[in-house]
């Protein structure tokens, strides 16, 4: 056959015949194990990017791999489509965000349909539908059954361009990662989810998730932060307040010589008495993030608040100071400072000249501290410590503590870095919060009747992006569903990091409109075998989906506690190195890139060119190097499908000469690799690399002269039933053409034959001190002194050899013979 390879109809006409044969459409099947394959679901920009490519590829090589080998394959995609950017390409560009948004979506949807992904589309969902938000909702309902959501007065991130709380995350270098505006610290009442109430869970059930990597383990380990220690209460004196302080380190109480109070403790305003000092600096640590103050890179500072606190163990009056590295967020707000024996302590001591005392001495260590250049942090015995010198660390734990508690001065307690969960926002394009507030009584929820709370379509943007929620009467003037008398609707809606901590749940049956998803669905397909995104969503996306899940199965929703079973996070997408960006001019657009080359030629070089889980450098000469690839595939095959197919019968896979034997046993071998690879390690560019070998035997085997058809037949199929999760269109099509029936999809993975890895003989490289200089077949039976005996008779060898002392000769048996000479 002589036909070209014409990829740009190929593509259309087999994305046509999955799309109108429905053929990933998928159901719940008793009778097959199930594999729920998901890609963590796009934000719809407009535009997919390489980084989308490659995500998404390798989510669709591993669902039809499964579903080829008999699983029962759900592969779904969605869209996370409220949030900032619709709301703000509507104050600019004057069109509102739901068709600013569902314009995006036509569009990607559009895109991912040329790349060949075998989604079930008919599961297809979007967090700004109200059938969607509806159960967002209903889950903020049940939270706040239970106790979960409340709310309360909060210093927060402001942005007082966009109108809106910032997460920490969002904030950089004190300014807007949007706008660039500064940022200034406010205090508002915010809505919050009690994912406290969950921190030991979360973390210790990080230990029945091997399938996760350790990186992003230790990442939530870190951020939920569990330590152990003891609170105690100092009294201020001249004055009835307390100061409470948490510390992991009781042991070095008589080492404090100073406390510090978080700038927002509600303490400073008592203790500093109208300080023009005090109130400048407090005016400062607004206009940082948490992030900025903490950073190990941002320098100590603070300010003597006049005021002292006296130190319970040895009755000592302690300075109290205000500086930028201690947040009201974590533990108490106030810390005790042992500067001897912790670095920011000791570096903000230096700085201000403050005293400093050794209390953990070892036998190397100084006890005076004069001669300390940094802190002690590591272990010794106790000393200007009173009764409890010359305990270890661990015991002067356990003693001061126990000496806390049975004085009534503090006790031993578990104190997580983890907060809660702050899910108010003053934005318009997010899933209304479900609450009113009456004057009668007080903050009620939307009675799960009524919802979805709609979001009003006629809404006015305000240029500054304060939210028009606040000035659409129709929607904040509400009745109370208790009394009936007037209320107000609550205005803020919720982070979209709620929509997107339950959609995989959705996915089960998406079409339910009762309640979120059916039990019977989600305990068939929950939970998620393997899933697939960026490592920037370790922390905050993972952390709420485990949340959710967990609260979910203790209401009796889900039979699992924990969402993914297996995680990958891929590497990104480089172009000179550096992350594509726009404004570093040296994007790559996959609509080029598949009009020049085609979509399977984009899968297949994105796969190949770099491991799954490492960054990937965009090469173009890659690109033609994989589109070469699929022709040569294509011409091969071609070559060979009509004496396929005139004659099916002819030839055996038995008595076969060396070639068939040598093209079947890399055929085979071709199977066992490639399968080993995609099943256990998802090393997707050695599998390709494999059957680009396979490519390459078959192709050698056209030098015989009485090929066998069984043998090369059986090679072709195994060639295009390997690659077809690489290069859906291409493969689909060549099945065809070699007069096979039904889709290439529906067929079963190959099992290697392991008679056929039995080799008569095997090809061995015969170097002279590490250079190659031959190759031989010889049987594989041999033994190293038969592989040296025939290494030392080769001709190149002996030629090579001449005038030179062979010092010694080294045998890899079934792989090389290598002599040294001299």
């Known amino acids: 056959m002589d036909i070209k390879y014409d990829f740009q109809s190929i593509e259309l006409k087999w994305q046509k015949y999955w799309e109108d044969n429905k053929c990933y459409q998928v159901f719940e099947d008793p009778q097959k194990p199930k594999y729920y394959d998901l890609e963590m679901f796009p934000y719809p920009s407009g535009n997919l990017h390489m980084g989308h490519v490659r995500n998404y590829a390798i989510g669709d090589v591993i669902a039809r791999f499964k579903k080829m080998n008999g699983f029962n394959v759900l592969h779904p995609m969605g869209w996370d489509a409220f949030g900032l950017p619709a709301e703000n390409a509507a104050i600019k560009n004057a069109i509102h965000p739901s068709k600013w948004t569902h314009s995006n979506i036509e569009n990607m949807k559009k895109q991912l349909k040329t790349l060949g992904i075998s989604y079930d589309w008919d599961r297809e969902l979007a967090t700004c539908k109200p059938d969607y938000y509806k159960f967002t909702q209903w889950m903020f309902l049940k939270l706040y059954d239970k106790g979960l959501a409340y709310k309360k007065n909060s210093a927060v991130n402001w942005c007082p361009s966009c109108q809106t709380v910032l997460a920490n995350e969002q904030v950089v270098d004190g300014a807007c990662e949007r706008c660039e505006s500064i940022i200034e610290k406010k205090k508002l009442e915010q809505w919050f989810f009690k994912i406290t109430d969950y921190a030991q869970r979360l973390l210790d059930d990080l230990e029945i998730l091997p399938g996760w990597p350790e990186k992003v383990k230790t990442m939530q380990k870190n951020w939920i932060g569990r330590s152990e220690g003891c609170e105690f209460s100092l009294a201020i004196e001249n004055s009835n307040e307390i100061l409470s302080v948490f510390t992991t380190r009781p042991d070095t109480v008589f080492g404090i010589t100073y406390m510090v109070l978080a700038p927002e403790h509600p303490l400073v305003e008592k ?61 108490t707000g106030a810390i005790m400072a042992v500067p001897a024996h912790d670095q920011r302590d000791f570096d903000f001591a230096i700085k201000y000249n403050i005293p400093i005392r050794v209390v953990i001495k070892s036998e190397d260590s100084p006890l005076d501290a004069s001669q300390l250049n940094e802190a002690y942090v590591e272990d010794g015995l106790m000393v200007n410590s009173g009764p409890f010198d010359g305990l270890s660390v661990a015991e002067g734990q356990k003693a001061i503590i126990k000496y806390m508690e049975e004085n009534s001065i503090g006790k031993g307690t578990i104190n997580f870095r983890l907060r809660d969960w702050l899910i108010s926002r003053q934005r318009y394009w ?153 404004s570093k001019g040296n994007v790559v657009s996959p609509e080029d890139i598949i009009a020049t080359y085609g979509a399977d030629t984009a899968r297949l070089f994105i796969l190949f060119a770099s491991p799954p889980e490492r960054d990937l450098e965009w090469s173009d000469q890659g690109v033609e190097g994989s589109y070469r690839f699929l022709n040569r595939v294509w011409r091969l095959v071609l070559e060979y499908a009509e004496s396929i197919q005139q004659n099916n019968s002819a030839g055996s896979l038995e008595n076969l000469d060396a070639d068939s034997k040598n093209l079947r046993f890399k055929t085979h071998a071709t199977i066992k690799k490639v399968s080993e690879d995609i099943e256990g390690r998802f090393n997707f560019n050695t599998a390709i690399s494999a059957i680009m070998e396979l490519s390459n035997t078959l192709s050698s085997y056209r030098s015989n002269n009485n090929p066998n058809i069984a043998v090369v037949k059986e090679a072709i199929n195994i060639l295009l039933l390997l690659l077809s999760p690489f290069s859906p269109h291409i493969c689909e099509e060549l099945w065809q053409l070699t007069g096979n029936e039904g889709s290439v999809h529906l067929q079963k993975w190959p099992q290697y034959d392991p008679a056929a890895l039995l080799q008569d003989e095997i090809e061995i490289v015969l170097q002279i001190s590490g250079k190659v200089r031959d190759r031989m077949r010889v049987p594989s039976n041999s033994t190293e002194e038969d592989l040296k005996k025939i290494a030392l008779e080769n001709d190149k060898i002996i030629q090579a050899c001449s005038g030179k002392e062979i010092v010694k000769t080294v045998v890899v048996p079934g792989k090389l013979v290598n002599i040294v000479v001299r």
């Open 271 to 331: 203790l500093s008495q109208g300080s023009g000092t005090i109130g400048d600096f407090i005016n400062r640590m607004k206009k940082l993030s948490d992030i900025d103050r903490t950073s190990s890179d941002a320098e100590k500072e603070g300010v003597f608040t006049g005021a002292y606190a006296i130190n319970p163990m040895n009755g000592e009056k302690i300075p109290i100071w205000i500086a930028n590295y201690v947040l009201m967020e974590y533990g």
């Open 430 to 582: 997010g899933a209304p919060i479900p609450m009113v507030y009456c004057d009668k009584c007080g903050p009620v929820a939307i009675p799960e009747a009524d919802l979805p709370v709609l979001l009003p379509e006629d809404v006015e943007f305000k240029p500054f992006g304060e939210s028009p929620l606040n000035y659409v009467e129709s929607f904040y003037r509400t009745s109370c569903p208790c009394c009936g008398q007037d209320a107000r609707r609550e205005t803020d809606t919720m982070d979209t990091f709620v929509c997107s901590s339950w959609y995989f749940d959705r996915f089960c049956s998406p079409h339910e409109s009762i309640l979120p998803f059916t039990r019977e669905a989600a305990d068939y397909w929950m939970p998620v075998d393997q899933y697939i995104g960026g490592v920037e969503h370790a922390i905050l996306h993972l952390m709420y989906a485990r949340f959710f899940t967990k609260f979910l199965y203790d209401i009796d929703m889900l039979s699992c506690q924990e969402p993914f079973t297996r995680l990958l996070t891929q590497g990104m997408v480089l172009k000179d190195n550096s992350k594509m960006s726009k």
